[in-house]
């Protein structure tokens, strides 16, 4: 498989994901629209870094490469690149601590942050994939 189709696939995988967080929100699980949410993100920063043929086996790791090939470079913006490891911290309080409590407003910051990151994901695949082909 190509790193274009592959990230094309996962881009098309982060957008379903968040679909997944919207159905989530709507039935009123808050912890597991911050799963979704987090890992929208996630998968779209994989799509991303396939294209640079670079991945990780570990979480950490995705977001060290994405950060440092991605925002660092200013190819994807700061701004929101900066979501992806705060998702993952709530995704994880969310998941694996006891007593968390995930508000609805927790739930729905989460969404869109996931929503403003993957469509910035898709604007900037289509652009490294523009520019590969000049």
């Known amino acids: 498989m190509s790193r274009t189709n592959l990230a094309r696939y996962r881009m098309g995988r982060a957008e379903e994901i968040v679909k997944e967080a919207e159905d989530s929100f709507k039935q009123g699980h808050f912890s597991l629209a911050v799963n979704r949410s987090y890992y929208a993100m996630f998968t779209s920063a994989k799509a991303l870094l396939a ?23 200013g190819i994807f913006p700061e701004r929101i690149g900066k979501f992806l490891p705060k998702a993952k911290d709530m995704r994880e309080e969310a998941d694996y601590r006891d007593f968390v409590k995930i508000t609805q407003e927790d739930a729905k910051k989460q969404i869109d942050n996931a929503e403003k990151f993957v469509e910035e994901a898709e604007r900037t695949l289509l652009r490294i994939m523009e520019n590969a082909e000049r």
């Open 51 to 73: 294209l640079k043929e670079l991945d990780s086996s570990k979480h950490s790791g995705v977001i060290s490469l994405f950060n440092r090939h991605l925002v660092k470079t």
